[in-house]
């Protein structure tokens, strides 16, 4: 069978908690076969701090 991707809207700065859900509610049902892996892009950003560079 072909696997098909979804795409889950969040709020913001809850992406990771709510795909930490999936994960979880994945293996207690006994999906792992029917379900490879859940996802969250993320985007490195650089800002200027008094005069530094700051990663996040």
């Known amino acids: 069978?072909?696997?098909r991707w979804?795409?889950?809207s969040v709020l913001s700065n809850f992406e990771?908690?709510?795909a930490e859900a999936i994960r979880q509610s994945v293996?207690?049902?006994g999906l792992?076969?029917?379900i490879d892996?859940?996802?969250v892009p993320t985007e490195q950003v650089?800002?200027?701090r008094r005069g530094k560079k700051v990663t996040s």
Do not use: W
């Open 6 to 8: 979804y795409s889950v």
């Open 1 to 3: 069978m072909a696997k």
């Open 32 to 34: 792992e076969d029917e």
């Open 27 to 29: 293996s207690e049902k």
């Open 37 to 39: 892996e859940v996802l």
């Open 46 to 48: 650089i800002e200027i």
């Open 16 to 18: 990771k908690k709510v």
